[in-house]
């Protein structure tokens, strides 16, 4: 008896089925995958967020950032990369490595930099300052002030408009070459840290843009050199500079201007 055109679609699809069947039998299980726990996305933020402030130089964070995923990576680089602390010259090498050579659009993020222990011969410090066109406030340490102060070449790239000095007992001259770098030109406001004689060189400050400073005297001023300070104080009221001047020692508080 011959079969039917009907008869034979059905005979196909029931072979077809069979064949399909035993197949899938054959087929390997997919493998499993390797963090079958997922954690909520805030608490791999939470951890993202602390790998990446570790900045030391044996394990830079800055590093870790390299190996998230897009969605984590476009959330929080922003916010690792807004405060930057380089506390060596190793550091500063790192940093440099990244933000020059490897990713360089992460060097929009960086809002604040401040810098301990770097070398003055450190190499590449001035290709940092070229690529942190959004550096607002910049924060610098007596070995610091040496490398920044020997900037001169510099014309595009950091414009910080803080910046924040901790001299300690270092000569006055530090203060003096580093406020002379045209990194600095646009520097509207002054945190600085020295021993009273260091605030001589502020009587001849060639910061056109500046508007406040405030002062942290280390040590009493002594009687021969109150005067050398009150003209050097009258000096920035001439140029209409707010100034706040603490001194550690005696706890006494003065504004000027």
Known sequence: MPFTPAALWVLACLVLAYVRIHMRRGETPPPPPRNPIALPPEIARMIFAHAAADRSAERDGLWRMLVLSHTHFRILAPIAYHTIHVRSSAALHVLRTTLVLRRPKLARYVRCLRLDDCDPSAVGMEQVFLCLSRLASLSLDARACVAVGKIRRIKTGARPTALRVRLGD????????????????????????????????????????????????????????????????????????????????????????
């Open 170 to 257: 270092a000569a006055p001259h530090l203060l003096v070459d580093l406020l002379t770098s045209p990194l600095l030109r646009d520097v509207q406001t002054l945190q600085i840290s020295c021993m009273p004689h260091a605030v001589l060189a502020l009587a001849d400050c060639p910061l056109q843009c500046l508007r406040a400073v405030e002062m942290t005297l280390l040590a009493p001023v002594e009687s021969e050199g109150a005067l050398a300070l009150q003209r050097a104080l009258a000096r920035l009221a001439e140029r209409k500079v707010a100034v706040g001047m603490v001194a550690r020692d005696t706890g006494c508080v003065g504004t000027i201007g």
